[in-house]
């Protein structure tokens, strides 16, 4: 079944906005992942951060974790067109393997030029 | 970087046959790989887990007759579609795990299936 749930569902905004992405989830976890999906296509692994982190940044993304509130943030700073995708967190399990992951509903980006 | 290979990338099958969908690690050895399902404007759902050498763990739902998975070598795990039917199309797509502890999975660029 599906953990995560993610909000806004759809985001729209102008080029060089910041864009932030929700996911909460359900029972304990190993790890969070947030992957991109352009239309179509696969996936692409953004970013992992693991239950005993809270904020990790890679470029212009930056995510963080709360444990305690069951829920995650993806930010991602000075977006451009390129970025227009669809957005999945996916929560790996505290057992029963670590990549068994659980995804949640997904954020559509558009990003406006 | 770790690479996972999925094949076809598109098929289309007619109602009654089956397809074969394979996931190969091109570049190092898979223990455990994964199964997903994504119907359109929907998100992945997991289908099963598949381990090497062993039978595949099937999610809640998943009917293992009908998703029959292979897990014969470190690099290769098959997907087959059996009797397929309209509602079967979709997106199926593999992941694969490098053994190594604690780290992501790589996906393969998935298989768009559509039964006619």
């Known amino acids: 079944s599906q953990q995560g749930e993610e909000d806004p569902q759809a985001l729209s905004i102008q080029e060089g906005e910041n864009a932030t992405m929700n996911c909460s989830y359900k029972t304990s976890i190993n790890n969070l992942q947030w992957y991109r999906q352009n239309s179509g296509r696969g996936l692409v692994h953004l970013i992992l951060i693991r239950s005993n982190e809270r904020e990790k940044h890679s470029g212009r993304l930056r995510v963080t974790l709360d444990t305690s509130k069951k829920s995650s943030s993806l930010l991602i700073t000075a977006s451009r067109a390129a970025d227009t995708a669809s957005y999945f967190c996916?929560?790996?399990?505290?057992?029963?393997?670590?990549?068994?992951?659980?995804f949640g509903a997904g954020t559509r980006l558009a990003v406006h030029p | 970087g770790a690479v996972v290979s999925q094949h076809p990338s598109w098929v289309i099958c007619k109602s009654g046959t089956s397809v074969k969908i394979e996931c190969r690690s091109l570049?190092?050895?898979?223990?455990?790989m994964f199964w997903y399902r994504q119907f359109p404007k929907q998100s992945l759902m997991l289908m099963a887990t598949?381990?090497?050498?062993?039978?595949?763990?099937?999610e809640q739902g998943v009917e293992k007759d009908k998703f029959l998975i292979n897990h014969a070598s470190l690099t290769l795990s098959t997907l087959t579609v059996t009797s397929a039917h309209p509602e079967d199309s979709s997106f199926y797509i593999c992941?694969?795990?490098?053994?190594?502890?604690?780290?992501?999975?790589?996906f393969g660029q998935g298989t768009r299936l559509t039964v006619v």
């Open positions: 992941s694969a795990e490098r053994g190594v502890t604690n780290t992501e999975a790589f």
């Open positions: 570049d190092f050895q898979a223990t455990t």
């Open positions: 996916a929560t790996g399990p505290f057992s029963g393997g670590y990549n068994k992951l659980i």
């Open positions: 598949s381990n090497e050498g062993s039978k595949a763990t099937y």
